[in-house]
Structures are given as C-alpha cells and as structure tokens.
C-alpha cells in the first residue's frame, strides 16, 4: 500500500515546491510608476528609487508623442554614487581661483565580465548638506546600441569619475528588469 503513494507523494511535493517558488517571484513591472498627462501624449516611468540605499541607480523614461510639440523619447539610467572628498572635485587654477573639474569617465562591468565605458557624458557633482561629502549623478541614455547589454545583463560594479561602487546583485537584478519593463511600456 506505501509503495502505491510514492508517485503520488512525489507529485505532490513537486507541485508544492513549484508554487513556492512561484510565490516568491517577483513582478518587477508592477513597481514601476507610470504618470500620464490628461491629454495623454506625455507619458513618464519611474523605477523604485530610495535616496538612503546608495549607491543607487534609477530608471527613467519620459515619452512625448505630442505631435504638435517636438516629439521626444528620453529613456536613461541615473547613476549616483556619493563618497569623495568635496576638495576631490575643485582644481586650484594658476590665478588662484577655484573651479569645478569636469568629469566624464563612466564605466560599467557587467555580471559577464564585459565593460562599457564613456567619457561623453557629463558627471553632476552635489554636495550633501553637511559640506563632509560629493554625490556623483550621471544620466545615462538607454538606446538601441546599449539596451541589450542593460536589459540582459546585471550590473555589478560602476565607476563615475574616479569613485567606484560594487553594486549589489538582487538591486543589479531588479534595474535589469526595470529596464526590460520600462522599454515595452506603450
């Protein structure tokens, strides 16, 4: 009589670990924030983003398909990493002033090793209230030639400027999705 319910048990336990792993996926698609204007031509995305969990990297798209205005597709990454010295990002210049260096240099590793870099964009530097320390902001494009590697690949560590952060892999995980999501809102 035993040996007659082990098929059945079998079944039953695959059935169970089945759901169980279903129930702790997640739709990342449901976390992204849509706002449409009331005449509908300007549509925008958001990732989940939290200022307290840094480094931190949003998702973000705004869409104008206003015919009448200049239609437009702006789709970027935002990536922030705070850290340096606020001194790290001034450069003392022959007459005694003081400016604000220009960074470019951005570069990404992903999970397969590959990297992407540039040193097009411009890096916006803040400073937090207490004067002790920079972020680093840079908005980077999504488009045709980069969308595969951020869509299928995880991110694991960035650099902007000259700081680098590691990036965690369940967040890694979660901006590859966003991105895949964010890219086939309509």
């Known amino acids: ?13 695959f059935f169970i670990f089945a759901f169980a792993q279903n129930a702790h996926a ?10 449409v204007t009331a005449d509908g031509y300007n549509r925008s995305y958001f990732s989940p983003f939290s200022e307290k969990n840094m480094p931190a990297i ?8 206003n015919p009448e205005d200049d239609e437009f597709d702006n789709f970027f990454i935002i990536f922030r990493i705070p850290g340096g010295d606020v001194g790290s990002i001034f450069k003392n210049m022959p007459d005694g002033s003081i400016v604000e260096q220009k960074e470019k240099t951005m570069k990404i590793e ?31 494009p999504v488009d045709d030639g980069n969308y595969k590697d951020f869509a299928t690949k995880k991110i694991v560590r960035y650099t902007l400027g000259t700081t680098e952060r ?5 967040s890694a995980t979660a901006v590859m999705h966003y991105i895949q999501c964010i890219k086939t809102e309509k």
């Open 58 to 65: 949003r998702v973000t798209r705004v869409v104008d398909s």
């Open 110 to 140: 992903f999970d397969d090793h590959s990297v992407l870099t540039t040193d097009t964009v411009q890096i916006n530097h803040e400073i937090t209230d207490d004067k002790a320390e920079v972020i680093r902001t840079l908005y980077f």
């Open 1 to 13: 009589m035993k040996a007659n319910r082990l098929p059945l048990r079998a079944t039953y336990l």
């Open 166 to 170: 590691k990036f965690a892999a369940d």
């Open 26 to 35: 997640q739709d990342y698609c449901k976390k992204i924030k849509k706002e």
